[in-house]
């Protein structure tokens, strides 16, 4: 049974360049997190996705968006980057109990 | 605003040393608690959780944590720590009914000397 799975690993953008990261949920879940974790700090919330609708969203700008799938993947898109966007960008997917399994991660680097 | 705070960034102790991190939370209402660990190079794991019932929660790998309503507080303990322990650690908190989403302390990095 596969956990959460993030792809791409790592990722290296321009500023000013848009970048999609994925998030494919464990098995049977159907809530997707994604977080943003910069050096230093603890993971930020960024949205919650729950049947294909954006159901929470943290303290970020519109720059961020995202998608969930009917097959409960999630893509999570950040548009004009900025050098303080790089950060590693955990999802999670829980179902139910809150209790929230995450993936390994996408490091982002703005250069 | 609802927040997390963790009094330790960085520890460091010796093997077969008792560990005791603090957190502390600003919610009043009710609130499920968790502590998560990352180890060099892995993903966030759930290390233990508290929902209701006894405050006294155990988890993996012998930790345990003691959820005190009155203080606001979830502190994580183990009474001997093996250098295997040595990874960061993170507090975090829901507000039930209000929300589903977990909102994380800072972390404290744990280094174990072998």
């Known amino acids: 049974d596969a956990g959460v799975t993030q792809s791409p690993t790592h990722l290296i953008k321009t500023r000013g360049q848009q970048v999609t990261l994925r998030c494919s949920p464990k098995s049977g879940h159907d809530t997707v997190s994604w977080y943003q974790q910069a050096l230093g700090q603890g993971p930020q919330f960024i949205f919650q996705?729950?049947?294909?609708?954006?159901?929470q969203r943290g303290n970020f700008p519109d720059r961020f968006s995202g998608h969930q799938f009917p097959n409960y993947s999630s893509e999570l898109n950040v548009n004009a980057l900025l050098l303080g966007d790089s950060a590693l960008y955990l999802c999670?997917?829980?179902?139910?109990?809150?209790?929230?399994?995450f993936g390994q991660g996408t490091r982002l680097t703005v250069v | 605003a609802q927040s997390v705070s963790q009094h330790n960034h960085h520890v460091i102790l010796s093997e077969a040393a008792s560990l005791e991190l603090g957190c502390n939370y600003s919610y009043g209402g009710t609130v499920n608690l968790f502590w998560y660990v990352q180890y060099p190079g892995q993903h966030l794991q759930l290390l233990l959780k508290?929902?209701?019932?006894?405050?006294l929660v155990k988890g993996i790998k012998g930790f345990e944590a003691e959820f005190i309503k009155s203080k606001f507080s979830f502190n994580l303990r183990k009474p001997s720590v093996q250098w295997s322990d040595t990874a960061e650690y993170f507090c975090?908190?829901?507000?039930?009914?209000?929300?589903?989403?977990?909102?994380f302390g800072k972390g404290t990095r744990l280094h174990i000397l072998p």
């Open positions: 999670a997917s829980s179902h139910g109990t809150l209790e929230a399994f």
């Open positions: 508290y929902f209701s019932g006894d405050p």
């Open positions: 996705y729950y049947e294909e609708e954006e159901r």
């Open positions: 975090a908190v829901n507000q039930v009914n209000r929300d589903d989403k977990i909102i």
